[in-house]
């Protein structure tokens, strides 16, 4: 079954530090990973798009990374702000038809 | 540009009524879909279109009809509704193809009593 497991559900954090999230997924035929940044009560806004060749891609304070032998993904966000506080969406589209499959998210909370 | 836009925010209905959920996007985005959102679980697809004058069902279509006339519009008709409709709807737009990003509306927040 195609699947897309995140965790942890939920992170508090303090401002200024780092924190990693993470995604396991099960989805096949792999086409890309993308993280998405959902802020309480907007729609989802796309961070990184990552092919299956592609190990790493940054925008601004957020990395993400792929390895897709053992199917896992990761973001890492830097220097946390409080502006950082949202949802995280992992999603992994399968090779056809702009097929999509949603992770749960983790919500994050950063605290001053 | 305005994006993608959804009307309404909010809307509550009575079980069995029927309603409209509009979307628009000015990006000239072949591709449209609509997905719900419900607490402790990811986005999943509910109908889906390519184009003008083609429509799919996604994971999830029951209870739900869309049509595409045009490639600006994409709305979702609720037939007759239910509890289990409660949700949050989002419109997504992107270009066609797999690499493409996807832009999300504000999302419509439904209850149904």
């Known amino acids: 079954k195609n699947q897309v497991e995140q965790s942890p559900q939920s992170l508090i954090i303090l401002e200024g530090k780092n924190c990693t999230l993470q995604c396991n997924y099960t989805v096949s035929p792999f086409s890309n990973l993308r993280w998405y940044k959902q802020d309480t009560g907007r729609g989802p806004v796309s961070l990184t798009i990552?092919?299956?060749?592609?190990n790493t891609k940054s925008n601004g304070r957020y990395t993400a990374t792929l390895d897709a032998d053992t199917k896992q993904s990761s973001l890492h966000i830097t220097a946390s702000q409080l502006s950082d506080s949202a949802s995280y969406i992992c999603?992994?589209?399968?090779?056809?038809?702009?097929?999509?499959?949603f992770g749960a998210g983790t919500r994050l909370t950063v605290k001053p | 540009n305005a994006g993608v836009t959804q009307t309404p925010k909010f809307q509550v209905l009575k079980t069995g009524q029927s309603m409209t959920l509009q979307c628009a996007q000015d990006?000239?985005?072949?591709?449209m879909s609509w997905y719900r959102q419900d607490p402790g679980m990811g986005l999943r697809l509910i109908h889906y279109s390519v184009g003008a004058g083609i429509t799919d069902q996604g994971e999830v279509p029951n209870g739900y009809n869309v049509s595409r006339s045009t490639t600006e519009d994409f709305p979702l008709r609720l037939l007759s509704a239910a509890p289990s409709q409660t949700s949050v709807y989002f419109c997504?737009?992107?270009?066609?193809?797999?690499?493409?990003?996807?832009?999300f509306g504000p999302g419509t927040r439904l209850t149904v009593l």
């Open positions: 999603v992994v589209s399968l090779g056809y038809n702009n097929d999509m499959r």
């Open positions: 990552m092919t299956f060749s592609e």
């Open positions: 990006m000239n985005h072949e591709y």
């Open positions: 997504a737009s992107s270009r066609e193809g797999t690499y493409n990003e996807q832009f």
